[in-house]
């Protein structure tokens, strides 16, 4: 069948492995044409049919492990039962409709206005203490000249970034828990000992500490990538006008960072109800769950400690909502401001 | 006990830390086990319990086998106590041939500690004497129920799943009436005498199994004693004069004595769990046992005044500071801390009565742990309540050939083997010279036993509760002794021994109490709040439940 030239036979061809003959023509084709818009459907599949099939794998994972597990958000209006079916699509198609019941349940819920509040609070800590931290750092290494000097801060900046959750905890709570180094150093001293781990007042400072002490460093490498695409010429041209160090840094290197900055900005709002999962759940017992209960991990509460699959997975659905509605908003808000932002119609 | 203390390590001893946690996460996580064919059903055949003339029918004959006489027998819902030298080339046969035809099966199973390589002596030399290809699928015992529902709703279901009764919260007892076998067909009535063994487990126990209306479950039975032990550093007691305390107050003056943070020494790690032993709160371990009648009105253990005690007096340790840091956050193990001499008493499974010893005897040979009696908070008898006849279970896949189901009873008869046999050396020692050796008639097990011979096979099904420790005698001794006196104290609310499924919808009815009672008791939250909870909890379906409950017991009875 390989030897017709029917376009259709040929991209299956292609499929079946006759590979070498494929290349030829669809390139050809390319030259002096405009862009897509004017050629028919087929044409341009048989002109991109390689990119197609290269793509083709990281669209079916997309679609298995990311759209059809969207149809699963059902279960939000109904009572699911996982377990009256073989498996849980006939035990969806089994357990009853209950319609918005879990919603109006979740909305009465106080422990869920908790998780908003704290989450809420969480993202404007992060905001204002967390995210300008990359920043500075980056600038601060890069104005580190020895190669030397400069790797090594670098590499001890983003070391942390690969220690477990499991471990920051237990470190911090070596270090600042109440019979931590500190309170016992002190108590030996004929001081009060302290416990900062448990104080469910400066708990979502600890957090946002413990997420700068961890991944601060890591922030860096986007923000130097953005800093060494600065032409050196800029800075030579503003010195040639008199311009010193922090004019140079206003007026050169920050505008240089701004895209980049704005980016980072709206996927951070967009991300904003996701404030730490882990780290959160393995702290929560230690202030209580209304200091330290998330979004998050009030839906792996609800979903997979104790069940209740349905009320979970409402929960999840009110929280994606919210944030694709933060990130077009945040979008947009980078539009205006003359940014790229994520995407542009 | 459980057959497990035999084996006990100091894997063991989180497996049971985890018991105690358990019975919390049983709390909080809603619903038991259900019942068909009964009284009280509103939502169909699915909850409610099965007692009486149709449990008869179920229930598989009783054959008592006295292998070995122990040296201390069961009373007052103890477990029975060898304290007497074993002897090792005595031991009886109880399984006389192979029952297993050579099958292969997967069993999934919670693991407390670090599991063996899956091919190894122990689980090679076990299959070789059940005669069936046994695979384990270990999963993490302190994480279980956060996989157990994911594994049941799939449908690719083990052969064999064994479950903790509290890991059964949220819907697990509907999965367990859904997806497992019905083994009636097999044990029920005479069908059991074909596995010896298994026909010696207490009559109890097999009727704690019956799920959903069918016997499902393969026992492992459990003295009726509470195993939540006040254990104390008896050496540092004696050491420093500290006396044992006998009320509530006395206790919290010697925390108060014992505490000096400047030595990095406190009191307690958290003692929630004796103080509702303590202050005589109705069991929190499975839902029904909560329930009770109290002057001719059912009422749930969060509505009463001794829970609410117990909690006000819990969080005056914490108030007090005496009780450890890193408790209070919820961090480490407090057996860890209590070997370490950082808390002096702790509370924990019965199980670490042995295990810390054992786990200590290499390194601090002068460690010696021991558990105090429980008091009554004003220093009389304190009010004890009885734990369920059986504590964890394995049910077999409902998809299960015959040939499997078969091949299962087989391996179970094998690990329900009692004290004495050969069997049970094999279960709980492993294979001798590879897994332990014997000195002086004591068998003592070595660091591959300590590897290798760690849960899974004691989880499939056990003899009759049983405490022997022959490298220890003095512990086993003491274990039984303390059980019996706590068992003198200890009554049976009115839906002890049944097992009973409450409707599904109130399956997440009572979720929020434990953690509330850890906001409490760490001074987050106001007893008031509690009470606010308790009215909600009423409103929200918990007088429905009641009369629930009411109506179960009217047509029912209770078990005892």
Known sequence: ?345 | MTPNAASASPGQSRRSFLAATGLATAAVTGGMPLLAACGGAEDGSKDGTTSGKSAQKLLPAYVASNVVTPDIPARNGSAMGFTRKLDLAGLKTSVPKKHGRGGSIRIMSPFWGTPPKGDNAYYRAMNDLIGVDITWQNQDGNTYDEKLGAVLASSDLPDVVVIPSWNMGGRIPSAIIGKFADLGPYLSGDGVKKYPNLAAVPTGAWQYSIFGGKLRGLPQPAPSVTGIVPFYRKDVFDEEGYEIPTTADEFLALAKEITRPRAKVWACDDMKWTAFNVFGVLSGSEKPLGWNLADGKMVYRVETEEYLEALEWTRKLYAAGVVHPDARAVRGTAGDRFTAGQVLIYNNNISDWWGKMAEQAGQRSDLRISGMDIFGADGGDPTLWAGSPAGIFAFVNKKASKAVVEDVLAAADVTAAPYGTKEYMLTNYGVEGTHYTVEDGVPTKNDKGNQEVVNAYVMLAGPAPTIAHPDLPVIAEEQVKWQQRMGAFTRKSVFWGMQITEPARYTNLSDDFEQLEDDVVRGRRKIGDVQQAVSDWRKQGGDELRDWYRKLHDDTGSAQ
């Open chain 1, 1 to 345: 069948m390989s030897h017709s030239t029917v376009p259709r036979s040929r991209a299956e061809a292609q499929t079946t492995g006759a590979a070498p003959r494929a290349a030829g023509p669809p390139a050809g084709e390319r030259p002096g044409r405009k862009p897509s818009g004017r050629l028919g459907l087929r044409l341009r599949f048989r002109r991109d049919r390689t990119l197609i099939l290269m793509t083709l794998p990281a669209v079916v994972l997309v679609l298995v492990f990311n759209y059809v597990p969207i149809l699963g958000n059902a279960v939000a209006f109904q009572e699911y039962d996982p377990y009256v079916g073989d498996n849980g699509f006939a035990a969806m198609l089994r357990s009853p409709w209950v319609g918005l019941q879990q919603f109006e349940r979740i909305f009465a819920d106080p422990a869920f206005w908790d998780a908003v509040r704290n989450t809420l609070v969480l993202f404007g800590l992060q905001l204002v203490l967390f995210f300008p931290v990359p920043i500075v750092l980056a600038l601060l290494v890069n104005s580190v000249v020895r190669p030397r000097i400069r790797a090594v801060s670098q590499a001890i900046l983003y070391l942390p970034h690969f220690f477990s959750w499991v471990l920051v905890i237990t470190v911090f709570q070596q270090i600042f828990g109440g019979a931590g180094i500190i309170a016992q150093t002190l108590r030996r001293h004929g001081h009060e000992g302290f416990d900062l781990m448990t104080d469910p007042g400066i708990f979502k400072f600890l957090v946002t500490a413990e997420g700068v002490w961890k991944d601060a460093g890591w922030g860096v490498i986007v923000f130097l990538a953005a800093l060494a695409s600065v032409s050196p010429d800029l800075y030579e041209a503003a010195a040639m006008d008199g311009a010193g160090r922090w004019r140079r840094l206003w007026h050169v290197t920050l505008p240089a960072l701004r895209p980049v900055i704005a980016l980072l900005l709206v996927l951070r709002v967009g991300d904003a109800l996701t404030v730490g999962f882990e780290q959160i759940l393995l702290q929560r017992d230690a202030v209580g769950p209304g200091a330290a209960e998330v979004l998050d991990t009030y839906v792996w509460w609800n979903g997979v400690r104790n069940q209740d699959f349905s009320y979970a997975a409402a929960a999840g659905l009110i929280k994606g909502l919210v944030s694709v509605a933060l990130v077009l908003a945040a979008n947009k808000v980078a539009h205006l401001m003359g940014e790229q932002g994520v995407y542009k119609k």
